[in-house]
């Protein structure tokens, strides 16, 4: 069975841009989370989806959103980026949210904001 | 809100025994977990426990939960070069519609030959 997977593996934008990443989720997995990584925070929840509805959020400004489509698949946008949104965008996927399944992360997205 | 908190380095020897501690501070949290950052790579689920156990043996793996105590730890038996990683204990949160984790800061196992 395929993993999580994650595109872009990096991506390198400027301060102003907005970028969008994706994750797939494995085979079956409905749930989908999104975790923001940094030196500084380490490893903080962004949103959780689950049958395309937004069920969690984190504590992260409106410039962070994000979708799920009906075959499970997720993406998540930052508008207008800021240096500080340079970390690792981590994707994990489970068969629901709450379930007594585990969470399944990808490899991420490592983005860097110039 | 719920705080995870891991000390942030460890150096054994290979061969040895290692043992990454955790303590989180919701004593509703249901689940906890063990995952392991190799360098440029996501998270890996090592193992995981639930709250009504006390300990799970997965092989080389030993987790230990003191619930009185919110205290999680990790033993790694017979430490090898390629358990050199980051560990992070993960909860998650009491309510049963939210796969929610929290994590700690991370501990940085390095294994010396």
């Known amino acids: 069975k395929a993993g999580v997977t994650q595109t872009p593996r990096y991506l390198i934008k400027t301060r102003g841009q907005q970028v969008t990443l994706s994750c797939s989720p494995i085979?079956?997995?409905?749930?989908v989370s999104w975790y923001q990584q940094t030196p500084g925070q380490g490893l903080q929840f962004l949103f959780e989806?689950?049958?395309?509805?937004?069920?969690n959020k984190g504590n992260f400004p409106g410039r962070f959103s994000g979708r799920q489509f009906s075959n499970s698949r997720s993406e998540m946008n930052v508008s207008t980026l800021e240096l500080g949104d340079s970390a690792l965008y981590l994707c994990?996927?489970?068969?629901?949210?709450?379930?007594?399944?585990?969470?399944?992360f990808g490899p991420g997205t490592r983005l860097t904001v110039l | 809100g719920e705080d995870v908190e891991q000390s942030l380095f460890l150096s054994v020897r290979e061969g040895d025994s290692s043992v990454i501690n955790c303590t989180y501070t919701?004593?509703?949290?249901?689940?906890l977990y063990w995952y392991k950052q190799e360098p440029g790579a996501g998270l890996q689920l090592l193992t995981y426990?639930?709250?009504?156990?006390d300990m799970k043996q997965d092989q080389r793996l030993t987790v230990l939960l003191n619930k009185k105590d919110k205290h999680l730890s990790l033993r790694i038996a017979d430490t090898q070069t390629g358990d050199s990683a980051i560990y992070f204990c993960?909860?998650?949160?009491?309510?049963?519609?939210?796969?929610?984790?929290?994590f700690g800061q991370g501990t940085t196992l390095q294994v010396k030959p």
């Open positions: 994990a996927s489970s068969l629901a949210p709450g379930s007594t399944d585990t969470q399944y």
């Open positions: 989806y689950f049958s395309e509805t937004q069920r």
């Open positions: 993960a909860a998650r949160g009491a309510s049963s519609n939210t796969g929610k984790l929290i």
């Open positions: 426990i639930f709250s009504n156990m």
């Open positions: 085979s079956g997995h409905r749930s």
């Open positions: 919701d004593s509703s949290s249901t689940y």
